[in-house]
């Protein structure tokens, strides 16, 4: 099994930076996606960013130029900086992995969540 633990939400002023961090562990044997999702109240959940294998990275165009993700496939962990950020991010942020076990069978798994409030 493959299991996601998060870290880093929280409360941050507009303008500010937050990092979040989706940590894979388990039976893994290649992950070929990683994403981060949110969900803010009364809305759907949308994708914000994700990065593939072969390490191409698509965004949001509400984020493009203010969040960056990265990878350390060292320690299977994909990182979320939040920069700039604005009232309107506020959202439980979700991280989603999709790869395959040692068993050669395919894993999708979401993370817990993590809530972030942008707010003065």
């Known amino acids: 099994q493959v299991q996601l633990v998060e870290s880093g939400g929280g409360l941050v002023q507009p303008g500010g930076s937050l990092r979040l961090s989706c940590a894979a562990s388990?039976?893994?044997?290649?992950?070929?996606?990683m994403g981060w999702y949110r969900q803010a109240p009364g809305k759907q959940r949308e994708l914000v960013a994700a990065?593939?294998?072969?390490?191409?990275?698509d965004y949001a165009d509400s984020v493009k130029g203010r969040f960056t993700i990265s990878r350390d496939n060292a320690k299977n962990t994909v990182y979320l900086q939040m920069n700039s950020l604005k009232a309107e991010d506020t959202a439980v942020y979700s991280c989603?992995?999709?790869?395959?076990?040692?068993?050669?069978?395919?894993?999708?798994?979401w993370g817990q969540g993590t809530l972030v409030t942008v707010s003065s």
């Open positions: 388990g039976s893994i044997f290649s992950i070929n996606f």
């Open positions: 989603y992995v999709d790869g395959l076990n040692w068993k050669n069978f395919r894993f999708q798994v």
């Open positions: 990065l593939t294998d072969g390490g191409s990275a």
